[in-house]
């Protein structure tokens, strides 16, 4: 086709895809996604749809023409998958020519299709021309496969939030299928069954829409309900489609061909093929075809149907081993397309059936014959291609086999190969650098060296953008990137910088500081891009974490740039702060949980302004973005808040939790995981009791927990179940009677011990009795080995918990475990402590002849993730086993509460302790556990110390950093702090504190 089509002409020709006008009684009208991009294009003019295949891109985006076109807008078509490169410049030249008036709206299908030259031409025709709109739709780039790109097009799309992503979930499925049964008038309600079976079928997220209409095709059909539908059937409708009908077989073979190819988005070159076959095809309207020899099919998935239906109900093989047949014929054809199937085959993650197309000798002949006359992109696609699908060594032998195309000596290779990649973009040049440095760091060098001329890739350098730059600039060795650096114009590429994010700014000055001899262009180039307040300007709208890495950077360039820059962006950092992401906060302040002085008080400031903003928003977005997992975020959000201000302010951390309770979307279950729930509850109830509570109340009105008991065991619902008993006994009581019902048996060999032990201790609190009868048929080999193939601490646990349900059974179990793992122990980790200090509670006789971690080591992990059984065994083996470390030990682990969690009290936690039966020996193992009077304690250390520096030095005083330094080496017989974050922490809270005056 190559050409740009009316919405009109497009709406209604079947053969143009689905749906068409008639088609849209059958189509789901999602407003909400409809909204968003309406009002992106409202306010940016430019709205980019992402998702893979068979995702509803086109459905949407034809939904949004519609609505532009009823509103006498004019609406195009462009196919970027039909066009050839050669129809590019006159398809701009249209837009261009059309785009100039306003209520225009261009809508450019398969954006994905050509990524390095049309795509980004049509994105800049989008950038210039002010008055029409434009919709792009692409197959997301999903993680993993970024890593194989150097220029992502729609950087700034993404970066400015001008996206939609499509995730169809659930709920889209339930309306789709709603919306098919009203449109074809049939009577019929679904059933629990069928939710049941579409969740098996297609997933709770991301289904194939395409996939779920020919089921629903099939349904309509035949009489039953819709879980009754076999995928087989499915399949014998899409060869009674596309197969059986009257088709001949060359007709069929020829079909299931152009499928193999088409099923990756990619169209059949039908050059070296029967040409009246093709035709006939074409003819009965089975398959489309376009300028320069190609065919294409109507939509991919029904290609990857065909051959499904093909492969399992005729040939009895696996799809993907049929597709790497049929491809290796068609490769061998040597198709003038053979790049792009084969970027079709990564696009879609294929490795197996590009693994096997390069292993198979004839056609990795054919496809290297193509790339000896073919220009360097060809190249460098099939080294990515094969280091991707079959490893270092094949791409190694690959580019080793190609270079001995062009002489026998590496002078001779590097020569011609120079000539070679002077006619190439200076692209196709960073892809080969970029894919030759994850084959061999040795070979990436050697061509930088031998064969790219510095001139010529300055000339090149000029004529591109300041990404195509840095990216240059990151994959040359350091000195040839800094005779090239010498070379550039400073305020030309500072010029170009403008149009640049802060965080590409930032690694490029990263990688110019790494090259030597470039710290004139760079500083040149900073102060350049400073002087009109750009820098500023970017910094201010960016994320906070960029901000102060480009801050740090431009330190170490020029300290003047960089205070200026630091005075001018002081007032805006809560701006910076808080325009960022509820995820990005979230791990912003988690960095500053522990921190102290002003890093403390700046977080406290985030956590107060967070508090006073609507949170209704930010939260919803976490749910529309698919990679997010949006009670873990937030978990993590309300975590940090906690750590950082719960002390100091209370009600703005309360704040915080009442907003996200209020605001959390517990129905889309398929977003997260109990376990994520759990935790989060975890944290809302320490801010809060009474948020705590409005939270287990939304949890047991909304959502059916007795659906999750099942095994294995979610160890998530094994902590949520107590939050639920405190807040509704009768619910609590129902979720245990429910999970008794289980076969423990069962439970134990599939459930992790993380789950059990959990399990087990808080169903302990409800009801002792039944958990005693519940385990009591136990063998207490089977306990033996799930503490064996458990990590120490589970393990203590585990045998911690079944001691309060049966003292006999979980004494002598431990026993057992004893004697496995003692005389075969021979280091211990921290973990290990509380288990072994359960040995000697249970009256086991043990020599250890290992030592022990540090007081600081055992300090450190305690004080972030033990819990008081935990540190009371621990107690319990230091005083039988090293009493000389007790005393180190409680004044490390002061320390560290005292920065952490300043309001620990092992006294308020005893009386919080489930069990009277184990209280009291948890209150006699800890009697005289006395931790140190913070920070008293710790300052007079310092201060005693540090007279010591005065009178040894004859000083009156000391710079911040050389008493941090000393600190760290003194006294002799065991410095007085192990890390330089310590030493700088504790001074700081000594100046704080007024212990240190500041000149």
């Not at 950087?155 to 996206?163: T, V």
């Not at 500023?536 to 960029?546: G, M, R």
């Not at 967070?610 to 930010?618: I, R, T």
Request: neutral net charge.
């Amino acid at each position: 086709m190559g050409e740009m089509l009316k919405l009109e002409d497009v709406m209604t020709d079947p053969h143009k895809g689905w749906p068409t006008f008639d088609d849209l009684k059958e189509v789901l009208l999602d407003e909400k996604l409809i909204k968003k991009v309406e009002g992106l294009l409202q306010s940016n003019r430019r709205c980019l749809i992402r998702g893979a295949e068979g995702r509803g891109k086109t459905v949407l985006a034809r939904l949004i023409g519609v609505n532009k076109f009823k509103e006498n807008w004019k609406v195009y078509f462009i196919d970027i998958g039909e066009l050839r490169e050669e129809d590019i410049d006159n398809i701009c030249r249209q837009v261009e020519a059309l785009g100039k008036e306003k209520k225009t709206l261009f809508i450019i299908e398969n954006a994905h299709a050509s990524l390095d030259e049309i795509t980004p031409k049509l994105i800049q025709l989008a950038n210039d021309l002010q008055e029409s709109s434009f919709i792009f739709t692409l197959r997301k780039i999903f993680p993993g496969e970024e890593s194989l790109l150097i220029i992502n097009p729609f950087e700034e799309y993404e970066e400015k939030g001008w996206y939609v992503d499509l995730s169809p979930d659930l709920r889209m499925m339930l309306g789709i299928i709603r919306t098919f049964i009203s449109a074809r008038n049939i009577l019929y309600s679904l059933t629990e069954e069928d939710k049941s079976w579409i969740k098996r079928e297609f997933g709770e997220q991301k289904a194939n829409l395409r996939r779920l209409r020919w089921h629903l095709e099939t349904w309509s059909k035949i009489n039953g309900p819709i879980h009754s539908v076999h995928k087989e059937e499915v399949l014998k409708r899409v060869l009674k489609q596309f197969l059986i009908r009257e088709f001949n077989t060359e007709l069929q073979k020829m079909l299931i061909k152009i499928s193999a190819v088409f099923q990756f988005d990619v169209n059949f070159h039908g050059e070296n093929f029967e040409r009246n076959i093709l035709t006939e095809l074409t003819e009965r309207g089975i398959i489309t075809f376009l300028p320069g020899n190609y065919y294409r099919m109507q939509h991919s998935s029904d290609a990857a149907y065909v051959m499904e239906a093909e492969a399992i109900l005729r040939e009895e093989k696996k799809p993907e081993v049929l597709t790497a047949d049929i491809l290796k014929e068609y490769l061998q054809k040597k198709p003038v397309n053979f790049l792009e199937l084969m970027g079709g085959l990564f696009r879609n993650k294929q490795k197996f059936i590009l693994s096997q197309i390069f292993k198979d000798q004839e056609t990795y002949k054919a496809i290297f014959g193509m790339i000896k006359q073919d220009d360097i992109k060809a190249v460098n696609s099939v080294l990515g291609y094969i280091t991707w699908a079959c490893g270092k060594e094949k791409g190694l032998e690959f580019w080793s086999q190609y270079k001995k195309l062009w002489g026998d000596s590496p002078k001779e290779q590097g020569e011609k190969l120079k000539e070679k990649l002077t006619g190439a973009s200076l692209i196709e040049v960073e892809f080969l650098l970029l894919f030759l440095s994850r084959v061999d760091a040795n070979e990436k060098d050697w061509l930088a060296t031998e064969a790219l001329d510095e001139d010529v890739l300055v000339k090149k350098a000029k004529e591109r953008s300041f990404s195509t730059i840095k990216n240059l600039i990151t994959l040359l060795p350091h000195e040839k990137a800094s005779r090239v650096i010498s070379k550039l114009n400073p305020n030309e590429v500072a010029e170009k910088a403008k149009a640049a994010t802060a965080q590409k700014i930032m690694w490029f000055l990263k990688y110019c500081l790494q090259a030597p001899f470039s710290i004139n262009f760079v500083k040149s180039f900073l102060q350049i891009l400073h002087k009109d307040g750009k820098l500023i300007e970017k910094l201010k709208d960016s994320e906070l974490s960029v901000t102060l890495k480009c801050l740090g950077i431009i330190k170490n360039i020029d300290p003047e740039v960089y205070k200026d820059i630091k005075d001018n962006i002081s007032p805006h950092w809560l701006q910076i702060s808080l325009s960022s992401s509820l995820s990005r906060v979230a791990n912003q302040l988690y960095g500053y949980r522990w921190s102290v002085g002003e890093p403390k008080r700046f977080a406290q400031s985030v956590v107060n302004s967070l508090a006073s903003k609507p949170l209704g928003e930010p939260i919803k977005r976490l749910y529309s973005q698919p990679e997010t997992k949006p009670l873990k975020v937030l978990g993590k959000l309300l975590n940090s808040a906690y750590l950082v201000a719960f002390e100091d302010d209370k009600h703005a951390v309360e704040m915080i939790a009442l907003q996200i309770v209020d605001n959390l979307n517990l129905k889309m279950q398929q977003r997260y995981t109990i376990e994520q729930l759990s935790l989060l509850v975890s944290n809302v109830k320490r801010c809060s009791e009474e948020v705590y509570c409005q939270l287990c109340d939304r949890i047991v009105s909304e959502l059916d927990m007795i659906d999750y008991i099942s095994i294995p065991f979610d160890r998530g619902l094994a902590v949520l179940i107590w939050d639920i008993y405190q807040c509704s006994e009768e619910k609590g009581q129902e979720l245990a009677d429910g999970i008794f019902k289980l076969d423990f048996n069962r439970l134990l060999d599939n459930s992790e011990t993380k789950a059990i032990s959990r399990l087990l201790w808080n169903l302990l609190q409800i009801d002792n009795l039944r958990v005693k009868n519940w385990i009591e048929n136990i063998d207490n080999e089977k306990w033996l080995s799930k503490a064996l193939l458990s990590s120490s601490r589970d393990a203590f646990w585990l045998l911690w918990s079944l001691y309060h349900a049966d003292e006999e059974k979980g004494k002598a179990i431990t026993c057992s475990l004893a004697n496995e793992i003692l005389p075969t122990l021979t280091a211990l980790k921290v973990e290990d402590l509380p288990l072994l200090g359960f040995f000697i509670f249970c009256d086991i006789s043990f020599d250890l002849n290992v030592s022990f971690p540090s007081p600081y080591e055992i300090a450190e992990e305690f004080s972030e993730k033990s819990s008081l059984s935990e540190l009371a065994f621990c107690i319990y083996l230091l005083k039988k086993k090293n009493g000389k470390m007790i005393k180190e030990f409680l004044k490390e682990l002061g320390r560290f509460l005292f920065i952490r969690f300043p309001t620990f009290s092992v006294q308020e936690i005893i009386e919080k302790y489930p069990f009277d039966t184990t209280k009291n020996l948890l209150k006699e193992t800890l009697r005289g556990f006395n931790l140190p009077r913070e920070p008293d304690s710790t300052f007079a250390e310092m201060v005693s110390l540090t007279k010591v520096y005065l009178k040894e030095r004859g000083k009156t005083k000391v710079a911040f950093s050389q008493l941090r330094d000393f600190f760290l080496e003194n006294p002799l017989d065991g410095s007085i702090f192990k890390s330089a974050d310590d030493s700088t922490k504790w001074l700081s809270i000594a100046i704080e504190c007024g212990i240190y005056l500041t000149e």
